[in-house]
C-alpha cells in the first residue's frame, strides 16, 4: 500500500509561483511512475506531469511545458512539482498519484496510477 500526502497549495495571482510537495510512503523504486493530475470544477482530471522512479525521466502536458517542472529527491520519498508563470486556468485542485509501472507505458492514464493523495488546492487570480 502506498500512501501520499500532497502540501504546498495556495492562492497567488497570475505570474506568481507555488511549489507542491508531495511525501511518499510504502512504494518500491523499481520501475515507478509519479503523477501530478488536476481537476477544475466540471472538468475531467487531467495529467499535469509525471516522473520515472528511479531512472527520473519526465513528462509534461503540453499546457504547462515550460513553466511547470517535477522533480523528486528520492533520500525524502518526496516528489515535486514546481509551478511558474501561473495563469488563472492553472486553478484546480492537485493531486499526486503513483502507479506501480513505468511512466512510459501511460504517465498520462488516470485509470492505472492506483494511489492518490487527498489533493492541494491551487488558485490563480488575474
Known amino acids: 500500500q502506498v500512501q501520499l500526502v500532497e502540501s504546498g497549495g495556495g492562492s497567488v495571482q497570475a505570474g506568481g509561483s507555488l511549489r507542491l510537495a508531495c511525501a511518499m510512503s510504502g512504494a518500491l523504486y523499481i520501475n515507478n511512475c509519479m503523477g501530478w493530475f488536476r481537476q477544475a470544477p466540471g472538468k475531467e482530471r487531467e495529467g499535469v506531469a509525471a516522473v520515472s522512479i528511479p531512472g527520473g525521466r519526465t513528462y509534461y502536458a503540453d499546457s504547462v511545458m515550460g513553466r511547470f517542472t517535477i522533480s523528486r529527491d528520492n533520500a525524502k520519498n518526496t516528489v515535486y512539482l514546481q509551478m511558474n508563470s501561473l495563469k488563472p486556468e492553472d486553478t484546480a485542485m492537485y493531486y499526486c498519484?503513483?502507479?506501480?509501472?513505468?511512466?512510459?507505458?501511460?504517465?498520462?492514464?488516470?485509470?492505472?496510477?492506483?494511489?492518490w493523495g487527498q489533493g492541494t488546492q491551487v488558485t490563480v487570480s488575474s
Open positions: 498519484a503513483h502507479q506501480w509501472r513505468n511512466c512510459i507505458y501511460g504517465w498520462y492514464d488516470v485509470s492505472a496510477y492506483k494511489s
